[in-house]
């Protein structure tokens, strides 16, 4: 049976190990720094929330989203991050720890809950499609780096 609920503590060592292998499936390199800032802002629950998945006791899937708010609908909760241990996909880790991020943004009056995932992503897309509704938008990211004066000069 698989357990979600908040990570605690107690969880960081595992934690760090599932969120490296998720930024590695996606050909990423984060510092330490990075991790340790993730940690402490999932660890305040003030900004950024964590879910974990336990599947025998064992930590083997993690969440990551936040809340921010929406012009036209209640508020929107945002499920930034979803990774689950290689070795157990396939067993509803994936799909328990969207419900338990779908169950928090109900009792904090989130209108929907949206993510994103990399179109090669085909496996996870399947699952995704099964839970959610593809509305056809595409995400378009332009970085705010300093020193970037490409925007406005084509």
Excluded: K
């Amino acid at each position: 049976m698989i357990e979600t609920r908040p990570l605690g503590p107690g969880d960081r060592e595992r934690w760090e190990q599932l969120f490296r292998a998720y930024i590695d499936f996606y050909g990423r390199a984060l510092d330490d720094a990075a991790y340790d800032r993730a940690w402490r802002e999932i660890a305040s629950g003030a900004r950024l929330h964590g879910r974990g998945a336990w599947l025998d006791g064992r930590l083997v899937g993690i969440a990551h989203f936040l809340v921010h708010p929406s012009s036209s609908e209640p508020d929107l909760c945002y499920l930034e991050d979803l990774f689950t241990d290689p070795d157990v996909r396939g067993r509803g880790v994936a799909s328990a720890l969207i419900a338990a991020v779908r169950d928090w943004a109900r009792e904090h009056g989130c209108g929907s809950v949206y993510w994103q995932t990399h179109e090669s992503n085909a496996v996870a897309r399947r699952l995704y499609d099964e839970l959610a509704t593809f509305e056809g938008f595409v995400v378009y990211t332009l970085p705010v780096a300093r020193g970037d004066a490409s925007v406005g000069s084509r």
